[in-house]
């Protein structure tokens, strides 16, 4: 049962990449610059963790990254001009 709760709180607590983007500019996304953009912001997310107190990074974790993380990257893809599209 322990286990359950556990898991099911992990599950919970992190958030999966958004999937698909917008630009409320209007103007077409370049899925290779928008690859490059994601790679950028997953760089600040590493970046926000070494600085912060956390050593290990939860870009790359199977199950998505924390809300925290998820803010950084988030705020970074908006600075480069992208929304996460509804839905996600």
Known sequence: MRVRL????LLA???AEP???TRPDGHAISS???QLD???CKGE???????????ISSVDM??????QDMRVFK?????RGYLAAAGN
């Open 38 to 40: 994601k790679t950028a």
């Open 62 to 67: 199977p199950l998505g990254m924390d809300p």
């Open 19 to 21: 999937k698909d983007w």
């Open 6 to 9: 556990l898991l099911c709180l």
């Open 32 to 34: 290779a610059q928008l």
């Open 13 to 15: 607590s992190c958030a």
């Open 75 to 79: 705020g970074c893809m908006a600075a």
């Open 45 to 55: 997310v590493d970046k926000a963790n070494m600085n912060g107190n956390s050593n």
